[in-house]
């Protein structure tokens, strides 16, 4: 019997240290900490940009000189003065003279006070001063003459502009007289002929021309067929515009087409009037976006574009970009495939306490092969919550 007894404590012993070894061994519970986390579901394009674009003609002499009195890409309203030209009897003296108060009268002209849709940033103004002056400092041990008149000028420019900004009209105005009598008297000497051209609109000033004014229109952009738009990116170069004595071109502003070319796949996931956010790579930021065309297909092939009123300098200056077209975005709480379950035909997952573990419902809003995104719902009573423990491994009975 006493034998009996010893060989059944001897069983039970080597049964308790087989267990506690088996626990000791195996992989702890798998959990992860319920965090919220922002899932997008984007696309990426080659796309090119078309606007409203007016060219400004003139019918200028042969051989004269051309003086642009505003700068690239400045806003500018109807009837601004945006050039004057010269015949081939002016000298350089004169030219240097008349350019510099052209742009002096340009300035005074382009102030809040007379283009309402003007803007002057104060503090950028003052920085800018600032900086010119710090040119000059910089310039002047080097004896550089004409690089030290050269900002000089700028100051100037920039002095007169805050002296409209502030709301000194009286000076201003009385600056801009003095300009003009002082050009009057210097083109009085000159003699020769010259001719003003002035802004036929309200417009972005460019001089680039780049050939595609005419084909990037948004007419054709609201009808691009796949073929259209791979002649339009695979040509290396573009012929300068047909149009006689081009001088330089007027961009709308209010607003820009963008198309792009997809596969059948990725076109099926667009509507017509979808609203997104687009990622323009390079320096041009995130914009608004609606898709207002879908071509048909061609070749597999469809051609999506997008208009937007969001002002951007970057599509203004490039014609050929590259873009990520964020279409859905879900925010909530990240959980593993691995860890849903469902329980009375309620979706949830198992979240480990202090003391055991409890069921809790979530409302699954995205899901793909690895992961799902739960809706952050605090007001129900069983909802989950952030860094809660989430068991991916749960094994129920």
Excluded at 97 to 102: C, D, G, H, T
Excluded at 225 to 236: G, L, P
Excluded at 317 to 339: D, K, Q
């Amino acid at each position: 019997m006493k034998k009996k007894i010893k060989i059944l404590l001897v069983m039970l012993l080597v049964a308790f240290i087989t267990y506690n070894l088996v626990s000791l061994w195996s992989a702890p519970e798998n959990t992860t900490i319920a965090q919220i986390e922002t899932v997008e579901v984007t696309h990426e394009f080659d796309g090119v940009v078309s606007r409203a674009e007016q060219f400004v003609t003139a019918d200028m002499e042969e051989g004269g000189v051309l003086d642009f009195a505003v700068s690239e890409m400045e806003m500018v309203k109807k009837g601004k003065l945006l050039a004057v030209h010269y015949d081939s009897s002016i000298d350089e003296a004169k030219k240097k003279k008349l350019s510099e108060l052209n742009r002096k009268i340009s300035e005074i002209n382009s102030s809040p006070d007379n283009v309402g849709a003007l803007t002057i940033d104060p503090e950028k103004l003052e920085k800018q001063i600032d900086q010119k002056i710090g040119d000059v400092i910089s310039a002047a041990p080097s004896r550089d003459m004409a690089s030290v008149a050269s900002v000089k000028e700028d100051i100037n420019m920039l002095l007169g502009r805050k002296l409209t900004s502030e709301g000194n009209t009286a000076t201003a105005a009385e600056t801009l007289e003095n300009l003009r009598i002082e050009k009057l008297q210097l083109e009085k000497e000159y003699g020769g002929k010259k001719l003003e051209i002035v802004s036929p609109a309200h417009g972005i000033f460019s001089t680039r021309i780049d050939g595609l004014e005419t084909v990037l229109t948004p007419e054709k952009a609201t009808a691009m067929t796949v073929s259209d738009f791979e002649t339009i990116k695979n040509k290396e170069t573009a012929e300068r515009a047909a149009e006689a004595n081009v001088v330089c071109k007027l961009v709308d502003n209010s607003k820009w087409w963008l198309s792009v070319i997809a596969d059948e796949k990725s076109a099926g996931q667009f509507e017509v009037g979808n609203y997104m956010k687009l990622r323009i790579a390079g320096d041009g930021g995130e914009i608004g976006a609606t898709v207002e065309y879908i071509s048909p297909a061609q070749n597999g092939k469809h051609i999506i574009t997008f208009v937007s009123d969001d002002y951007n300098g970057y599509v203004y200056e490039n014609r050929l970009v590259h873009v990520v077209a964020v279409r859905e975005s879900y925010t909530g709480y990240r959980i593993p495939l691995g860890a849903i379950r469902v329980k009375n035909e309620k979706t949830g997952v198992y979240v480990r306490t202090d003391t055991n573990v409890k069921y809790r419902e979530i409302d699954v809003i995205y899901k793909d092969d690895k992961i799902a995104i739960a809706k952050v719902d605090n007001r129900k009573a069983n909802s989950l919550l952030l860094y809660d423990e989430i068991v991916i491994d749960m094994k129920e009975e």
